[in-house]
């Protein structure tokens, strides 16, 4: 299974932004790696280099390679309704999304490593493809074998208020994948447009 294996604080600090959560090390270096990161004389990006800095910060964000995420594009584009929105819709219902969301991991590549690892369950079936789709109705659980693993009950207790377009059952350990997120409740700082416009060349 491919997987993104490169240093998670350095790809954050690329961006400028807390793509994997919360990291300490962007609070006393919030510019780009390298021996030219606070450099002023660095040179502006093009209309190119833009897009392509933006489709990369999605596809670290969800922790999906090339071949995939170009996938997932076709699919958006082939879809009725506008591309972008349909892009960001498909990413958010993968299953490794949606774990993480739920709050049963603290990051989507610990969402990931449990899926993986088959704890997940998606309507009383245990699935191991993290980038399994969900449609609206489709139940997410903890496995039964896994419901005492105690790194998930410490995350689920952490977890704050969850995104509108998931349900909790915290008795059950289950979740129930509402109905696709609009583009107002992704909270993602993401410019899918440049992205659009990016594979439209």
């Known amino acids: 299974m491919a997987r993104l294996i490169a240093p998670a604080t350095k790809i954050a ?9 919360y990291d300490k090390v962007l609070e006393k270096k919030n510019y780009p790696p390298g021996m030219h990161g606070m450099s002023k004389k660095r040179k502006g990006s093009s209309e190119y280099g833009v897009q392509l800095k933006e489709k990369q910060k999605a596809k670290n964000t969800y922790g999906v390679l090339e071949r995939q995420f170009y996938k997932t594009f076709v699919e958006a ?14 990413l958010e219902s993968r299953l490794d999304n949606v774990v993480y969301r739920l709050g049963v991991a603290p990051t989507r590549m610990a969402a990931r490593q449990l899926v993986s690892h088959k704890h997940v369950t998606v309507n009383g079936e245990v699935i191991n493809i993290p980038s399994y789709q969900l449609k609206a109705g489709d139940k997410v659980g903890v496995r039964e074998k896994s419901k005492a693993n105690v790194a998930i009950t410490s995350n689920l207790s952490a977890t704050g208020k969850r995104n509108a377009w998931l349900d909790w059952n915290e008795k059950s350990m289950e979740g ?9 409740e992704i909270p993602e ?4 447009q440049l992205i659009v416009e990016l594979y439209s060349k």
């Open 176 to 184: 129930t994948y509402l109905s696709l997120p609009h583009k107002d």
């Open 13 to 21: 600090r690329k961006f400028g932004e807390p793509i994997f959560g």
């Open 189 to 192: 700082n993401i410019n899918v």
């Open 77 to 90: 584009a082939r879809r009725k309704g506008n591309t972008g929105e349909n892009l960001m819709q498909l």
